[in-house]
């Protein structure tokens, strides 16, 4: 592309903008759904909704104020498409024509358009009674919309609206393909949530946050744009069925139906209620997700135990979780993914107890060692650890647990559905083990990986009993993820999860 040359279509309009227009009814969605959080009503209930609620920061009574007697001009997508074309095609200067409204009426009607749409569906992506009904309040200035809906049944549709609705562009390429083979590439949403996903991992990296704001523009999104080139310049327009503006808005709502995030605010990132034409959005989130109020398994988690589960757990549970995966040992393996999620999230609330608690563990512990004075460690990994966790593995899982499975000859500790946890117990040292959890006068996860040959993943759990002075640590400091690799096969490695049951942990009245 030469400098010179003339530029017509989206590349010479704003076309990384977000207009208001762009804001559908699943966004609309989204600003109700922020008013039933923690809701999940069997029976229809009313709920108010205004502009008001786009734009909290602006009271109400300044909001009508700075509407009031103004005009909203908005310009239609297509109309400014084939204005464009035309310009480019004949060299012409034509402008596209623009439509002037009270800014009162473009926002009463904006609501009450989608409002019907929520209502009635589209017959496309939006199902029937989305919403039951709504009322309108009709003032001169603003009007306020009462909705009648049902909490559970409005997020069900809600979560199926926001899939149809991206999947629909790619469902439609598909089929439109076979018939013309000259389409472009077209970009997933998959691929564009991954954008999302990396800004939101490197933005906990960075900052350590759990409840936060970004705006929508904070993350990158992939345009998909074809162009045409003659002597007057080069016309450029979306490739058929791309992603665009309104699709980018979906992304962080896709991510809450998926357990990911929790949405806890949403509101328009602008002072001026006139400026439709150029507007941002902010997204007010707790990640890891704690509501999930979709009850959608997330990282292979059950919503009841994730909720059962503290942020602090949640978060290390989601770090072990991607590790794990990131070595392709989940894939269509749904079996092993669910053992691992139920096994993982269970040993992490175990370890908080063993440091939160002495009667857990660690009593019990030196209690035995009083009465086994001239026993040897592996003594007690058989006779004291080994019942110890087997039991409570077994009162919560049943037949999932077996101890000293004779399928392998009883040399693995417990089986977890098919997933090996190999015990150890370390006593008699000067230091704890969290300061060095792997060398090699104690390694077990050598041990625990040849046991686990078969599924490429296991767990060591170890009771940790040095003699030094009491010292203090977190439950980050008791979790380790050790990769082994076997045969230079750096793609398929084994990962052992090791579980560090600390029992000299401090009372907080005697730590220093």
């Not at 989204?30 to 205004?50: D, G, Q, R, T």
């Not at 009508?64 to 109309?79: F, G, M, P, S, V």
């Not at 026993?375 to 919560?396: A, C, G, I, R, V």
């Not at 767990?459 to 439950?475: A, G, H, Y």
Request: net charge negative; aromatic share 12%; with cysteine.
């Amino acid at each position: 592309m030469d400098d010179d040359q003339n530029i017509y279509g989206i590349l010479k309009s704003d076309f990384t903008n977000l207009h208001f227009n762009d804001l559908r009814e699943i966004f609309i969605s989204a600003i109700i759904l922020i008013k039933i959080i923690n809701n999940s009503e069997k029976s229809a209930i009313i709920v108010e909704l205004s502009l008001h609620d786009l734009f909290p920061d602006i009271i109400k009574n300044k909001l009508e104020d700075i509407l009031y007697n103004k005009e909203i001009e908005t310009t239609n997508r297509i109309t400014k498409e084939v204005t464009d074309y035309l310009n480019f095609n004949f060299g012409s200067d034509f402008q596209p024509k623009t439509r002037k409204e009270s800014a009162y009426k473009y926002y009463n009607d904006y609501f009450k358009n989608y409002l019907n749409i929520l209502k009635k569906g589209d017959g496309i992506c939006i199902e029937p009674l989305t919403i039951l009904d709504f009322e309108i309040v009709e003032s001169k200035k603003l009007n306020l919309f009462k909705i009648s809906l049902i909490p559970n049944e409005f997020k069900i549709k809600y979560s199926k609206n926001i899939i149809k609705y991206l999947e629909i562009s790619e469902e439609i390429y598909h089929k439109t393909k076979n018939v013309a083979v000259s389409l472009e590439t077209n970009i997933s949403y998959r691929k564009q949530l991954e954008f999302l996903n990396e800004y939101l991992e490197n933005r906990q990296k960075n900052t350590g946050e759990i409840y936060f704001d970004f705006k929508l523009s904070d993350f990158n999104f992939r345009h998909s744009i074809l162009s045409f080139e003659d002597a007057n310049g080069i016309f450029t327009m979306p490739s058929p069925l791309a992603m665009g503006k309104s699709e980018k808005v979906l992304l962080p709502l896709f991510l809450e139906t998926q357990a990911i995030i929790d949405i806890n605010g949403i509101k328009l990132n602008s002072s001026n209620p006139l400026n439709v034409n150029d507007i941002d959005i902010v997204y007010s989130v707790t990640k890891p997700a704690k509501i999930n109020q979709f009850l959608a398994i997330s990282f292979g988690l059950n919503p009841e135990v994730r909720k059962s589960m503290s942020e602090t757990q949640i978060t290390i549970y989601e770090r072990i979780y991607t590790q794990n995966k990131s070595n392709y040992l989940f894939g269509s393996r749904f079996k092993i993914e669910k053992c691992f999620a139920e096994l993982c999230s269970w040993l992490l609330k175990k370890t908080s107890y063993c440091l939160e608690d002495p009667s857990f563990l660690k009593d019990k512990s030196e209690k035995w060692l009083s009465d086994h004075v001239s026993d040897t460690y592996k003594q007690m990994e058989d006779n004291f650890f080994l019942p110890f966790l087997f039991e409570k593995l077994k009162y919560d899982f049943g037949d999932l647990v077996i101890k000293k499975p004779e399928a392998f000859g009883g040399e693995i500790d417990i089986l977890f559905g098919d997933i090996p946890i190999e015990l150890k117990v370390r006593r008699k040292e000067s230091e704890p083990l969290i300061d060095n959890i792997v060398d090699d006068k104690f390694n077990p996860a050598s041990q625990a990986a040849a046991y686990a040959s078969t599924v490429r993943v296991g767990f060591v759990v170890l009771l940790d009993l040095p003699e030094s002075n009491k010292q203090i640590t977190n439950l980050d400091n008791c979790v380790r993820i050790i990769e082994k690799e076997f045969d230079n096969d750096s793609l398929y490695k084994t990962v052992i999860n090791l579980f560090v049951f600390y029992c000299n942990q401090p009372v907080p009245s005697s730590a220093s």
